[in-house]
């Protein structure tokens, strides 16, 4: 069976392929778009791959309504009501062209998370090479089937979802037309605790969807967390980012700082390469220390014709003697000729032993 593959902007994405890793602005910005431009600078400096935005107004996300239903309890944003959380939050609109083009600077690609059908043409018109659905959304299959009908990658967040949910926005985003979809394991906690993040998941959904990317979108503190997904086997990697959490922001707290996307980077770098494949050959790195097992040696003179013993024959190292697994099939045995503590024990030097079967 054919791997699962998508392309980002010419960068094939799967397994196979080098993590594929996403930092997320969200609202990192702080209201400033010079602040927005440096996190890009930041962010593709620190080595990701590309850089999401979030692409909604308080008007198309909510209702500017304060009643129990639209006030937030618990939480990073508790007391807030929605309106005034996303008024607070959004990436206006006139950023995104500068963003875009700093990110064909950069070098980087530059996609978003849309919220509404209007959100998906405005993206399309600045030539989105992918669309994210946020885990919030994965339940709007109207906007999940227009970001679809763009022909463009989805990478689709399943936080709060439960298989049904998922199968459900697969199945809609596939007949839509999306050009391969990603499926990104996401706790929707803010932060996630590590032992809520039942990373074993990653592989069910890989066998579960196995025409499907399978990555983490991750919100726990630090990087361990990434790069034990990719040793399990994620292909894409999600985290928000800011300049430094001391300056506060909607997502602050439980973003990374430049230097630790670049060390959660290199670590899930490590990672993926460490991953290989099944093998059970000598490899190149440990090819001159073979020399070194143990084997069998004389390791007391030993007179012509006289008894193999424990006391004249061992196991040691070096290994350039015959293997250890034959040590009591020589014991009892003559020695055919002198036998000179420190020899490398051969069975030429053995009288009467018999080959292995």
Not at 57 to 77: K, Q, S, V
Not at 108 to 136: C, H, M, W
Not at 186 to 213: K, Q, W
Not at 260 to 277: P, V
Request: hydrophobic content about 45%; glycine content about 10%.
């Amino acid at each position: 069976m054919r791997h699962p593959l998508i392309e980002i902007a010419g960068r094939p994405i799967g397994p196979g392929h080098p993590p594929y890793v996403i930092a997320e602005l969200s609202g990192n910005h702080n209201g400033r778009l010079e602040r927005a431009l440096a996190l890009m600078e930041a962010a593709a400096a620190a080595g990701a791959d590309a850089v999401k935005l979030q692409t909604y107004t308080a008007d198309t996300i909510t209702i500017d309504h304060d009643g129990p239903d639209f006030r937030i309890e618990g939480g990073p944003w508790g007391g807030r009501t929605l309106y005034d959380l996303y008024q607070e939050a959004h990436t206006p609109w006139e950023w995104h062209p500068q963003l875009f083009v700093k990110g064909r600077e950069l070098g980087v690609a530059v996609f978003s998370s849309p919220f509404d059908a209007t959100a998906v043409a405005f993206l399309e018109r600045l030539g989105a090479p992918a669309f994210k659905i946020a885990s919030f959304e994965l339940v709007d299959i109207p906007l999940i089937r227009a970001a679809a009908r763009t022909g463009k990658p989805l990478i689709m967040s399943t936080g709060l979802a439960d298989l049904d949910d998922m199968q459900r926005a697969v199945e809609a985003a596939r007949a839509a037309g999306a050009a391969g979809l990603c499926l990104l394991h996401c706790v929707s906690g803010y932060p996630t605790p590590p032992e809520d993040c039942n990373l074993r998941t990653i592989a069910d959904l890989a066998a579960r969807f196995p025409d499907v990317v399978i990555g983490l979108s991750d919100h726990t503190l630090g990087v361990a967390v990434p790069t034990a997904a990719v040793a399990l086997g994620a292909a894409v990697i999600e985290k928000h980012v800011t300049l430094a959490r001391s300056d506060g922001g909607p997502d602050a707290g439980f973003s990374l700082e430049p230097h630790e996307l670049r060390q959660m980077i290199e670590n899930i770098g490590i990672a993926s390469r460490a991953l290989g494949a099944p093998s059970y050959r000598l490899e190149d790195s440990e090819r001159g220390n073979i020399q070194f097992r143990r084997s069998l040696y004389v390791v007391r003179d030993v007179a012509a014709g006289e008894p193999l013993s424990p006391e004249n024959v061992r196991s040691i190292r070096p290994g350039h003697g015959m293997p250890p697994r034959l040590l009591d099939r020589v014991i009892g045995l003559r020695a055919a000729r002198a036998l000179a503590r420190g020899e490398a024990l051969r069975p030429d030097m053995i009288v009467g032993l018999e080959p292995e079967d």
